[in-house]
Every structure is written in structure tokens, then in C-alpha cells.
């Protein structure tokens, strides 16, 4: 098949799950494949609260997805846009107290509200909105589907993508039932909050110690995370600064508690705590609106993909509990290793015949290096949310033994791809001079440099 031939849907483009098809498409589009993308919800940012999100091993292959002018935008929308792109470390410290437990290293990190990320990921990307996918049908001749919309339109394709999150329909065609789709929920009452405290002193007392974020991890078993979000009238404006919180513990709460009784949950745990969580969370306005996170995942194993006329990719293929960082990355590497298989089946980036791959292989590659890779995050994420939420085995968990680099041969797509330019291993961006919260993270990452030594040793 040709590239002229080939046209490519996919399903899932708002909410959090949009991310990956909106990237999706973007790598389609570079690659000269067409598409088209369809999402049940009526607009980009749809019934959405806002979280932030850590993207770092998998920076350089979103380098290679995305346009060059568009990933010149990843700068501008960082949550700390006084760094940008940069390495340095994460601090871990002891909710209680206060006190380091440890830095977990990184390098080209950068962490983004997932409101901006998806606005960045739609540049020049139409979507078909309203449209709720209902039936796949495979025509009988091996080549090419049918999908079948809520309105009663059929499109016709030469293969669908699901991007459509934990809880995927396309999953389900996938695996030939609901209940072998269905995933497990992970028992823990997740709550985030986005805050603007509208206070200067505030604002700059509750990230003077740990600029960019930081996750705190009780002696009562939960853990709570504040980061800053965003800077809509820059940095000397701290009155106007936005803060992602959340806090976590193991267990059911009533789930048909409202947004009050939530905030009372919090600042009873709250009430305990040392700085700089204590007045980050103590500080919350009886306004702020807390919301429930539901928290799942389902472990990767093979599905038919129908001679690839079907496949995966994100959170519909691995969905995980977030508590290693790894969930955009690996939606990233999925995308990357996926585009890369069809642009060689469809012939786009002119190789000669004995190079090229049927539709079908392409596929069977992608997922044969996706599948594993999916299976196994998912349970290191699972086994590290538990831990981290159990005093006592927190030092065991993945992230204090692997801190947040991908499980071994994971990564070697981004290590191929070398570093993003215009970061440095120092945190500085080589272009763009350095402003004063710039120094105060760059500072912190010198004095937890010991800390680091120890993750390194034992990853």
C-alpha cells in the first residue's frame, strides 16, 4: 500500500487521554499519512480540571513527533517558565517535617499543565467533536475498517488507532469483550485542587524551598504534591500564580461527598503536616473545588489486531496509576515507535522495496516492543503507588530505586535520539538568561546533589 492510498482514524482527542491522539495525528500529519480524528466530547478541554504532568526520558522523541515550531512552544507553557526545559533534581521530603528524604535526578525534564500540553498538541490538528464511536467492522477482504458513529455516519479506513483512554471502546474490539477490557481500579482516594491563593506572600512562601514542585510522603501512609501550574502574569506577579495540589491515601471514601467535606479531609491531614505543605494546604480557600480522581490501570497483553488494521496506543493501551511519572512518556514512546512503522509500511519516507513493511508487520512490530513495555510500567506503577502509601516500604518502591528512568531497554528509542537542544546538564537554558527563581532551583539542585548520588548507585 502507498501512502496516497492510506487514511488513518483515530479516536480520542479531549480530556486527558487526548494528549496521545492529538500526537498521533501530529505524527501522521508529519509523516504525510491522512487522517482523521474523532472525539465524543464536544470541545478540546471538555468537564476537565486541571492537573500538571512530567514529561523527561521521552522529550526527545516528542522533539521528533511534534513540528519544529510547535515544540518551540514546550518552552513557553512549562509550569515554571523562568526554567523551561531543563535537568536537575525532584525532592522527595518527609510531609512531617519538612526535610529532604531524597533528589530524584533527571535530565531535558520539564513539567506542564495538561490544559496547555493538549492546546500545544492541537496546533493545525481538526477534530471531529461530538462523535462517540459505537461499532468496528473489518471488512471481510483483510483490507481495511469500517467505524460506526452514535449519529448514524460510517467511515471507512485503512486501519483505527484507539487513543481513547483507560477506559477505550476501541480496547474493547481489541480484546473481543467489555469485561476483558474492563480495568481494575486501584483503592486509593485520589483528590487534585487547583488554587490561586491571590496573596504574593503566600504564593512565594509556599514554593521559596522547592520552586517547581515537590512530593511530600507522610508517617500516616498518604503522600500530598504541590506544583506550581502556571505564571499568567509572569514571575514578579506572585499574587496571580496558579498551583496544582493533590494529596492521596489508600482506602474508599464516600464517593458521593461533595467538594466541602473534601476540603475537610484534607486540611484534618493537612493539620499535621511541616512546611511547606502544612500552609500550602492549610491555606486553601473553603471554595476550592476538590476533585476525585479515579484512579485504574490495565495490564498490556497481546489483543487481535486484525492483520493491523487495529491497534493502541497511551492510556488505551496502559493505563496506570500515576505515582512514577511515567504515563506521557510512555504515550510519547508509543506514538514515536508506532509512526515510525507505518511511515516504513506506507512508503513515506521513499525506502526501496526490500525495506518496506506490510501493514501488518508494522503493527505487529510496534506492539511487540509496545506490549511488554505497557505490562510492565503498569505493574511497577501499580507496586510503587502501594508502597509509596506504606511508610514503611517507601524506600523500596521504584521510584527511590529507579527514580523515574524508564525499566531496563525502555529508553533506548530516547537515548537514540540524544538531548533536546537548547537545555544543558546545569538546568540553565543556553539561549535564554537565567532569571532569579531560575538560580533559587538551580541552588536547590546543587545542595540535594548528595541525595542523587544514591538513586544513581541503585538504578
Aim: net charge negative; aromatic share 8%.
Amino acid at each position: 500500500m502507498d501512502v496516497k492510498d492510506a487514511h488513518v482514524i483515530v479516536i480520542g482527542a479531549a480530556l486527558v487521554t487526548g494528549i496521545t491522539g492529538l500526537l498521533t495525528c501530529q505524527a501522521l500529519k508529519k509523516a504525510g499519512i491522512k487522517y482523521t480524528v474523532f472525539e465524543k466530547e464536544q470541545s478540546l478541554n471538555c468537564r476537565s480540571n486541571e492537573w500538571t504532568m512530567a514529561i523527561h526520558w521521552a522529550l526527545p522523541l516528542l522533539k521528533e513527533i511534534l513540528p519544529e515550531e510547535v515544540f518551540a512552544k514546550m518552552n513557553e507553557i512549562a509550569c515554571n517558565p523562568t526554567l523551561g526545559i531543563h535537568s536537575g533534581l525532584y525532592p522527595i521530603i518527609k510531609a512531617e517535617t519538612g526535610d529532604l528524604i531524597m533528589g530524584v535526578p533527571y535530565q531535558n525534564g520539564l513539567r506542564v499543565p495538561r490544559s496547555k500540553m493538549r492546546l500545544v498538541a492541537s496546533t493545525g490538528i481538526e477534530v471531529q467533536y461530538g462523535k462517540l464511536l459505537t461499532d468496528i467492522a473489518f471488512n471481510e477482504t483483510g483490507n481495511g475498517v469500517i467505524a460506526t458513529f452514535s449519529d448514524g455516519s460510517l467511515v471507512p479506513a485503512t486501519m483505527i488507532i484507539g487513543a481513547d483512554g483507560p477506559k477505550s471502546k476501541v480496547r474493547e474490539f481489541a480484546m473481543g469483550s467489555a469485561e476483558k477490557a474492563a480495568v481494575t481500579k486501584f483503592p486509593i482516594f485520589h483528590t487534585n485542587m487547583t488554587v490561586c491563593y491571590g496573596d504574593a506572600e503566600k504564593a512565594l512562601f509556599v514554593r521559596k524551598q522547592y520552586p517547581t514542585s515537590y512530593l511530600a510522603l507522610s508517617e500516616q501512609s498518604f503522600h500530598s504534591f504541590q506544583s506550581i501550574s502556571g505564571m499568567p502574569d509572569g514571575p514578579d506577579h506572585p499574587e496571580s500564580w496558579v498551583f496544582h495540589m493533590a494529596m492521596a491515601w489508600l482506602g474508599e471514601v464516600d464517593n458521593s461527598v461533595g467538594y466541602k467535606e473534601r476540603l475537610a479531609m484534607i486540611k484534618e491531614r493537612a493539620s499535621g503536616l511541616g512546611e511547606p505543605a502544612h500552609s500550602a494546604f492549610m491555606w486553601l480557600p473553603e471554595d476550592t473545588e476538590v476533585h476525585k480522581a479515579d484512579i485504574s490501570y490495565w495490564i498490556s497483553q497481546v489483543w487481535d489486531n486484525r492483520k493491523g488494521r487495529l491497534t493502541l496506543v497511551g492510556d488505551a493501551a496502559h493505563p496506570m496509576p500515576p505515582y512514577r511519572g511515567q504515563g506521557l512518556n510512555h504515550c510519547i514512546n508509543d506514538v514515536w515507535h508506532l509512526s515510525n512503522g507505518l511511515r516504513k509500511a506506507l512508503g513515506c519516507d521513499k525506502e526501496s522495496t526490500a525495506e518496506r513493511l506490510t501493514l501488518a508487520e508494522a503493527v505487529a512490530n510496534y506492539e511487540g516492543e509496545m506490549i511488554p513495555r505497557g505490562a510492565e510500567e503498569v505493574r511497577c506503577s501499580v507496586e510503587n503507588g502501594y508502597m509509596l502509601h506504606d511508610w514503611k516500604k517507601i524506600q523500596e518502591s521504584p521510584v527511590f530505586k529507579r527514580g523515574f528512568k524508564p525499566m531496563d531497554g525502555h529508553g533506548s528509542a530516547a537515548a537514540d535520539a540524544g538531548p533536546v537542544a537548547g537545555s544543558s546538564s546545569t538546568g540553565a537554558q543556553s539561549e535564554v538568561e537565567v532569571s532569579e527563581h531560575a538560580h533559587v532551583q538551580l541552588q536547590r539542585d546543587l545542595e540535594l546533589a548528595p541525595a542523587s548520588e544514591v538513586v544513581s548507585a541503585s538504578a
